[in-house]
Antibody, heavy 114, light 107 residues
Framework: QVQLKESGPGLVQPSETLSLTCTVS????????VSWVRQPSGKGPEWMGRMWYDGDTAYNSALKSRLSISRDTSKNQVFLKMNSLQTDDTGTYYC????????WGQGTLVTVSS | DIQMTQSPASLSASLGETVSIECLASEGISNSLAWYQQKPGKSPQLLIYGASSLQDGVPSRFSGSGSGTQYSLKISGMQPEDEGVYYCQQGYKYPLTFGSGTKLEIK
């Protein structure tokens, strides 16, 4: 069945770089796109960016200067890197299969704090 | 960016009551609108896509409607498991944007 799972550090220092991995199963990254979505505690979700099935990317313009999304199709993984983290980047980070966001990972909590 | 304004921010409903949640887009989004339910500590769950299409496995008491800039989610007969936060999301234009949520509780 379709599964997505996020992994990465739970705690990041301010000004440092966040690196997250989304490992998928049950579908191919060359057939489906994957998006990253984050959600501060108690607030609505924010779409961050998308890795298209053909390898192209799209980013939220508000984050574009700090954000990079890549993939390794042989490992069924999509990667997120975001630099210059600040405290308001704290929240739960999700990856989701991008056919209407019908499938989501469980999310990973990222806290930006010294 | 397209702003998605949800109302109300919160509401409580009795079991069996019909509930409606509204979502207003800052510009027309051509029915490219989805609704999600989120429970504490869980990922959002897709309920409705394309403004009115019911996602597989979602109870038929959930329905969506609307066009242009105005959309709504209706729950016909509130059930205990319907408690949660509901979000609308537009997929018409980048960046994809979500509403700020409606918290639904049992009265």
């Amino acid at each position: 069945q379709v599964q997505l799972k996020e992994s990465g550090p739970g705690l990041v220092q301010p000004s440092e770089t966040l690196s997250l991995t989304c490992t998928v199963s049950g579908f191919s990254l060359t057939s489906y796109s994957v998006s990253w979505v984050r959600q501060p505690s108690g607030k609505g979700p924010e779409w961050m960016g998308r890795m298209w099935y053909d390898g192209d990317t799209a980013y939220n313009s508000a984050l574009k200067s700090r954000l990079s999304i890549s993939r390794d199709t042989s490992k069924n993984q999509v990667f997120l890197k975001m630099n210059s983290l600040q405290t308001d980047d704290t929240g739960t980070y999700y990856c989701t299969r991008d056919d209407g966001f019908a499938y989501w990972g469980q999310g990973t909590l990222v806290t930006v704090s010294s | 960016d397209i702003q998605m304004t949800q109302s109300p921010a919160s509401l409580s409903a009795s079991l069996g009551e019909t509930v409606s949640i509204e979502c207003l887009a800052s510009e027309g989004i051509s029915n490219s609108l989805a609704w999600y339910q989120q429970k504490p500590g869980k990922s959002p769950q897709l309920l409705i896509y394309g403004a009115s299409s019911l996602q597989d496995g979602v109870p038929s008491r959930f329905s969506g409607s609307g066009s242009g800039t105005q959309y709504s989610l209706k729950i016909s007969g509130m059930q205990p498991e319907d408690e949660g936060v509901y979000y609308c999301q537009q997929g018409y234009k980048y960046p994809l944007t979500f509403g700020s949520g409606t918290k639904l509780e049992i009265k």
